[in-house]
């Protein structure tokens, strides 16, 4: 139905910059929501930053401990979404989701998954 393809994640030393793409495809009639998640090692997955829709403009939401470091861009014609990191730290190690909150075409509305991209943040 909607696929969500991530791309941009590797290894970078504190301090440096990644960033992170991706561009969700399908039956897709509107993207509700839309922005990335991350997971460490034996913790759960949290926010990291999500755009909503409210009325034809977007509204960013960002982790506390991301705000300031972290932006979040989407095209709404293309059904992408980027996220620019900078000032990174070993603590933002994770694999990143993508997220999309997808009403579908003649199915009503659902979450969807990217496969997830692993970001290390090491010397």
């Known amino acids: 139905q909607v696929q969500l393809v991530e791309s941009g994640g590797g290894l970078v030393q504190p301090g440096g910059s990644l960033r992170l793409s991706c561009a969700a495809s399908g039956s897709i009639f509107r993207i509700n929501s839309m922005g990335w998640y991350r997971q460490a090692p034996g913790k759960q997955r949290e926010l990291v930053s999500v755009?909503?829709?409210?009325?034809?403009?977007?509204?960013?939401n960002y982790a506390d401990s991301v705000k300031g470091r972290f932006t979040i861009s989407r095209d709404n014609a293309k059904n992408t979404v980027s996220l620019q990191m900078n000032s990174l730290k070993p603590e933002d190690t994770a694999v990143y989701f993508c997220?999309?909150?997808?009403?579908?075409?003649?199915?009503?509305?659902?979450?969807?998954w990217g496969q997830g991209t692993q970001v290390t943040v090491s010397s």
């Open positions: 755009t909503n829709i409210i009325g034809s403009a977007n509204y960013a």
């Open positions: 997220y999309a909150h997808v009403s579908v075409v003649g199915r009503g509305a659902n979450d969807y």
